[in-house]
């Protein structure tokens, strides 16, 4: 898969600087240029749409991680997904780590049960993850919708028509991935094979508990309330991502209404995630944007000003994010050296203190005898 990926990244490439080149690299810098500083603004703003993300998950874990914590996670998470080779599932790999740092401080004492933690955050982790894909599914429904309803040319329809059939062909694929997990058994059943392969005392082993997954996963999906709680507030979480299209491109003299912005934002994120085999779907993400934008009357010097803003914003936003992700790595690293070495220091002034105990004890014991045997010889 990482082959792939590395033969989609000089495609992307490739992409970007036809476009550039077709729609006059001069006109981007002009537009861009006289947006100025202000456009700065998107790169926080951009923190609270995964803010609503982060609430999300937090429901899914029964708020056992402060909210705050699991935004920051969030971040990190996205970062990877987008700017790290990794097929979009590193993020998910990186997000299960960092929140057993908190649960695991926080679970009342209970230090002991790491596979219980490990268990419950990966449940969470693979549950929001087709929470996810329901709400992509449902705002690229919605995208569809709202430029079918402002466009009536037979190209815009046309372009319309294909991507509704690519949703609809594509979606008995998850369908089908949680009619599996709910029968039960899976993650118990991949467990069993990768025991078989690798062999049962192989280190990659260490900590799963294939069955115990399986319960939490059916358990967490069985709670249909809880389900559509994270649904809507991820979707608000995508809806209010949409207002950043709208912020940039007012921003960049050429308006459009919310509806039209949304629009964009959903068809965009539909194609970036079909196009997961490219890098950060670089070059990709470049066409469907400049593409959808044109649709609603953008300029194709504006549209690509938009494309290019929206990168330079996830590249920034990424950046602090995996920045401050390395920072925490550090600082946790560190401190467990410090606490070794407190633990070690402390071992070994112990060891001559119960060494002294012990012989305390060893002369206490002798002195009741001696003195006994000191009492009997004396004369009478």
Do not use: C
């Not at 082959?3 to 001069?26: E, F, K, S, Y």
């Not at 970062?79 to 926080?106: H, M, S, T």
């Not at 207002?243 to 039209?260: I, K, Q, S, Y």
């Amino acid at each position: 898969m990482k082959w792939l990926q590395w033969l989609g990244l000089p495609v992307g490439i490739a992409i970007l600087i036809g476009l550039a080149v077709h729609d006059g690299a001069r006109d981007v810098v002009r537009v861009i240029g006289a947006a100025g500083p202000v456009l700065l603004w998107l790169v926080p703003f951009h923190a609270l749409p995964l803010l609503l993300d982060a609430h999300a998950w937090r429901l899914l874990l029964d708020k056992r991680a402060p909210l705050g914590f699991l935004w920051w996670v969030a971040t990190v998470r996205e970062a990877v997904n987008r700017l790290l080779p990794v097929v979009g599932v590193g993020g998910e790999i990186v997000g299960v780590r960092l929140a057993r740092w908190k649960l695991r401080a926080d679970d009342d004492g209970d230090d002991g049960d790491d596979g219980r933690d490990m268990s419950r955050v990966t449940a969470s982790v693979i549950v929001e993850v087709f929470v996810t894909i329901a709400v992509q599914y449902a705002f690229s429904a919605l995208g569809v919708v709202l430029i079918v309803a402002a466009t009536g040319d037979g190209g815009s329809l046309r372009t319309i028509v294909t991507i509704a059939l690519a949703l609809l062909l594509t979606a008995p694929l998850p369908v089908l991935a949680v009619f599996l997990l709910r029968r039960g058994g899976v993650f118990h059943a991949i467990e069993r094979w990768a025991a078989r392969l690798l062999g049962a005392n192989n280190p990659l082993m260490m900590g799963i508990d294939g069955k115990q997954l399986d319960a939490d996963l059916d358990q967490l999906m069985s709670r249909t309330g809880l389900m559509f709680r994270a649904f809507f507030w991820q979707l608000g979480g995508y809806m209010l991502g949409a207002f950043e299209t709208w912020w940039a491109l007012t921003l960049l003299g050429h308006p459009v209404t919310v509806g039209e912005a949304l629009a964009i934002e959903a068809i965009t994120q539909a194609v970036r995630h079909a196009a997961f085999m490219v890098p950060a779907g670089l070059g990709v993400q470049e066409v469907a944007v400049v593409l959808l934008a044109q649709l609603f009357g953008v300029s194709p010097d504006v549209a690509l000003s938009l494309a290019l803003v929206k990168r330079m914003r996830e590249m920034v936003f990424g950046v602090l994010a995996l920045l401050s992700w390395q920072a925490a790595e550090i600082v946790r690293t560190r401190r467990s050296l410090r606490d070794s070495k407190r633990a070690a220091a402390a071992a070994s002034e112990a060891l001559p203190a119960a060494a002294g105990a012990r012989v305390r004890a060893s002369q206490a014991l002798h002195e009741p005898h001696s003195n006994s045997k000191a009492r009997h010889d004396q004369p009478h």
